[in-house]
């Protein structure tokens, strides 16, 4: 008799070796990154190593991304990793936000000096080179070739690449010294085409993070002090993860004809007149998938939507003799079989692994369906179905909510029901993330309010705000809070809308900006 290798059940978090959200929300984020093997940190300081699990959810959003680019009329391109100091230093708004944050390469050769591997002294550069923190200013010098008439507008350009931004502090997927994302640098004959184009995109990812990573985000523009550097006017999409703070998700900037002055491109416009064109950029990172983590996952581990998971049902086959595996493994490759056929992404787990270690490993990694096939299962010819995760109800005990997890279903009933669960679910995390955030979201109109909200559990906070750079500075280092976006009009609902007095001034505010605490 051949039985599957017998290993301990794990039960509970100290057991799964990760923490909970509510005694330590933090060290639960690393845990989760690590133990469903996301990614991890690089013997380079501040660098990570996305690992295959983790990058197979990027390519997803990739793809999701990338589709919505080109269908908006953009094309990819790729531009260099390093730009020389004089380039950035054109812009000088733009080079005094990265300054702190420039990675620079002075040298371009080694040498072997008293038997040691040494900087060559000889091979100083010219000029040194920036490594890439954002695009702006080799693309528009490149674009000075590209763009001599208004026939040569719009010009839409996307790229997938990586950065680096030297950061003092860093966290996986939030805030590494290098990490991946897109750049959209487009060109436009006028400013109300530009200005369209940035909302436009804005729209882009506020449709990907709400439709495809299931993720509630509030549109609207960055407050003077947090705009792009070089920036006239940033919008941003603003979610909320499960401790309340909020994380910005995506950026896009009109940023007027600065860095077409600064690069002296210029275009003949229809009257014949020389004139500057005006730009925007735009962009997301792979601090999306910590969004995601933070948005979804639970103590048992990574909740991964439907549209973005790697595998979106893992098959378990179930035996304890030679007779049992032989007719057990055939069905659970037929039904593989079957659900490959139809688009789903299907796993079929026959190691020599005791169910339960699978069980675990496929909840930690966030497999949206579990599908168990035993041998009672083929008599009564059905198959066992364990959702990831099932919306809590109140006053639920966890054995109850467990039980409702599972569900038996006949075997040609299988691929319907996956389906149908595919798209409940995705519907599912988006209203339960909603839900999260309208009940710790505030509508706040005095001070004292304010205080009380975030010395409590805290959330995101509908203000009237009237202050300057200064006092939002003030009201920053009092409760670490800052202005995630100046609402645009479609975001506001109708408890937030109508001017008022602002919390901090007293003076007459138009209208309430979001505040909260953020990443």
């Known amino acids: 008799m051949a ?11 100290d057991a799964k070796g990760i923490a909970t959200r509510a005694a330590d929300y933090s060290q639960w984020y690393l845990d989760i990154v690590k133990r469903a093997e996301l990614a991890e ?34 094309v990819n391109a790729y531009f260099p990793l390093f730009i020389p100091l004089s380039f950035l230093a054109r ?31 000889d091979s100083k550069l010219e000029e040194p080179l920036i490594v890439r923190p954002t695009s702006e200013t080799i693309i528009w010098n490149q674009y000075k070739g590209w763009i001599q008439s208004y026939r040569d507008l719009p010009l839409l350009i996307n790229q997938w690449a ?72 940033s919008l941003s999409i603003e979610a909320m993860m499960q401790d309340g703070k909020a994380l910005q998700a995506g950026t896009s900037h009109y940023l007027g004809q600065n860095f077409a002055k600064s690069a002296e491109v210029q275009f003949l416009n229809k009257e014949g007149k020389l004139e500057y064109p005006y730009a925007t950029s735009w ?37 304890r003799k030679d007779d049992e595996k032989a007719k057990v493994l055939p069905a659970c490759e037929a039904l593989q079989q079957e659900l490959r056929q139809a688009g789903l992404a299907v ?73 149908g669960l595919m798209d409940s679910m995705q519907k599912e995390l988006f209203q339960r993330a909603l839900a999260f955030r309208e009940s710790r979201t505030r509508v706040i109109d005095t ?13 995101f906070a509908w203000v009237h705000w009237a202050g300057n750079a200064e006092q939002e500075e003030e009201l920053a280092k009092r409760f670490e809070t800052s202005i995630r976006c100046i609402p645009l009009a479609s975001q506001i609902p109708d408890a937030a809308r109508g001017a008022g007095t602002c919390i901090l001034t007293g003076r007459p505010s138009a209208q309430r900006v979001v505040m909260a605490k953020s990443y």
């Not at 708004?93 to 060559?120: M, N, P, S, W, Y």
């Not at 439709?211 to 070089?230: L, Y």
Request: charged share 30%; hydrophobic share 35%; glycine share 8%.
């Open 283 to 319: 962009g997301v990172s792979t601090r999306l998938m910590g969004a995601l983590i933070m948005t979804h996952s639970d103590d048992t581990g990574l909740i991964c939507p439907p549209k973005l998971a790697p595998i979106h049902a893992v098959i378990v086959p179930i035996f």
């Open 3 to 13: 039985k599957q290798q017998q290993q301990p059940q794990q039960s509970g978090n």
């Open 347 to 419: 796993k079929l787990d026959d190691r020599d692994l005791h169910p339960g270690a699978k069980y675990y490993e496929w909840e930690m990694k966030g497999v949206p369906v579990r599908i168990e096939i035993g041998p009672k299962d083929l008599e009564k010819d059905s198959v066992c179905l364990v959702r990831r995760f099932v919306i809590e109800q109140p006053g639920e005990s966890e054995d109850d909510r467990r039980k409702r997890k599972k569900s038996f279903i006949p075997r040609g009933e299988a691929l319907a029901q996956i389906r």
């Open 91 to 121: 812009e000088e708004q733009h080079a005094a936000g990265f300054a702190k944050e420039c990675a620079v390469v002075t040298h371009h050769r080694l040498k072997t000096i008293d038997g040691k591997v040494q900087v060559d002294p």
């Open 447 to 459: 001070l004292d309010q304010f205080e009380a909200f975030f010395k409590g559990d805290g959330g």
């Open 162 to 233: 990586n950065v680096c931004r030297w950061e003092m502090r860093t966290r996986l997927f939030l805030r590494t010294a290098e990490f991946l994302w897109q750049e959209g640098h487009t060109a436009h004959a006028s400013e109300q085409e530009a200005r369209e184009e940035t909302h436009r995109m804005l729209g882009v990812y506020a449709d990907f993070a709400e439709n495809v990573m299931a993720m509630p985000v509030v549109q609207g523009a960055k407050s003077p002090g947090e705009r792009f550097p070089g920036a006239v006017e």
């Open 41 to 74: 940190h690089s013997s380079v300081r501040g660098c990570m190593v996305i690992r295959p699990q983790g990058y197979a959810i990027w390519e997803k959003m990739q793809r999701e991304l990338d589709d919505r680019f080109k269908a908006t009329g953009h």
